[in-house]
């Protein structure tokens, strides 16, 4: 059954605030963006598409974005940053907006207090403090959904073996051909993919926790339950 969001949240005027998902690969982040977009009809925002969109469109950010990653260099939290910025001053992000991928680190979780506490922010009397929701899935589970994805290499669908398995094993449903297993969903693979994410995320999650803005989801209950509690604590924690 699809969770919905009370009546009140489909009032345009309605503060919904900024929402940052966090959680490990496999942690379900992607079904509860979607579900919160319908919910609530907020945009959702992700720094991978900005970055695409930024170099197709051939904006001064993208070009400097292109260069950095032409030489095989990362780019800087500044770059990013500004990439976001544009992006949140836009008209559809007044009433809030979901951050997929962002804030990465607590230097990038700084700026973006810094900025929507801002003046620019407060004039324009956009959503203030985010939402920050934590999805969390026990090690194990995480390994099952990750390691038991399957993937058909002539149209692309995804399958799980153990939770959406094809009609016929190892084939896939729309056109016969032979699932693969693709190498970042290899064991190996997917256990390191799983430690650098905890290297990387423990200072984000600490800022926000002493902050006093980080809320625990239990990503291990069923998907329909997920979505109930994550709706449920941005309508507890939205600015009305």
């Given at each position: 059954m699809?969770?919905?969001?009370?009546?009140?949240?489909?009032?345009?005027?309605?503060?919904?605030?900024?929402?940052?998902?966090?959680?490990?690969?496999?942690a379900g982040k992607g079904t509860q963006a979607k579900q919160i977009?319908?919910?609530?009809?907020?945009?959702?925002?992700?720094?991978?598409?900005?970055?695409?969109?930024?170099?197709?469109r051939g904006t001064e950010l993208g070009k400097r974005a292109q260069e950095i990653m032409a030489r095989g260099a990362l780019?800087?939290?500044?770059?990013?940053?500004?990439?976001v910025k544009a992006r949140l001053q836009q008209a559809d992000c007044e009433r809030g907006f979901i951050l997929d991928g962002y804030p990465r680190t607590a230097g990038q979780a700084e700026w973006l207090d810094r900025f929507l506490s801002g003046k620019l922010f407060e004039n324009q009397k956009r959503c203030g403090e985010p939402?920050?929701?934590?999805?969390?899935?026990?090690?194990?589970?995480?390994?099952?959904?990750?390691?038991?994805?399957?993937?058909?290499?002539?149209?692309g669908r995804i399958y799980n073996v153990h939770s959406q398995p094809p009609r016929v094993a190892d084939s896939c449903d729309s056109d016969g051909s032979k699932l693969v297993i693709r190498p970042d969903d290899r064991e190996e693979v997917v256990a390191e993919r799983l430690k650098a994410y905890e290297r990387q995320t423990l200072p984000l999650v600490d800022y926000y926790r002493g902050k006093g803005r980080l809320l625990e989801i239990d990503g291990d209950l069923?998907?329909?339950?997920?979505?109930?509690?994550?709706l449920k604590a941005i309508e507890n924690g939205s600015h009305v």
């Amino acid at each position: 059954m699809k969770a919905q969001a009370t009546p009140e949240a489909h009032v345009s005027a309605r503060k919904i605030g900024p929402v940052i998902l966090l959680g490990p690969p496999g942690a379900g982040k992607g079904t509860q963006a979607k579900q919160i977009v319908e919910s609530f009809g907020i945009p959702q925002i992700s720094t991978g598409d900005l970055l695409r969109d930024n170099v197709a469109r051939g904006t001064e950010l993208g070009k400097r974005a292109q260069e950095i990653m032409a030489r095989g260099a990362l780019v800087s939290d500044e770059l990013v940053n500004e990439m976001v910025k544009a992006r949140l001053q836009q008209a559809d992000c007044e009433r809030g907006f979901i951050l997929d991928g962002y804030p990465r680190t607590a230097g990038q979780a700084e700026w973006l207090d810094r900025f929507l506490s801002g003046k620019l922010f407060e004039n324009q009397k956009r959503c203030g403090e985010p939402v920050v929701l934590r999805i969390s899935v026990e090690y194990n589970q995480l390994l099952r959904r990750l390691t038991g994805r399957r993937t058909c290499p002539t149209c692309g669908r995804i399958y799980n073996v153990h939770s959406q398995p094809p009609r016929v094993a190892d084939s896939c449903d729309s056109d016969g051909s032979k699932l693969v297993i693709r190498p970042d969903d290899r064991e190996e693979v997917v256990a390191e993919r799983l430690k650098a994410y905890e290297r990387q995320t423990l200072p984000l999650v600490d800022y926000y926790r002493g902050k006093g803005r980080l809320l625990e989801i239990d990503g291990d209950l069923p998907a329909a339950q997920v979505t109930a509690d994550v709706l449920k604590a941005i309508e507890n924690g939205s600015h009305v």
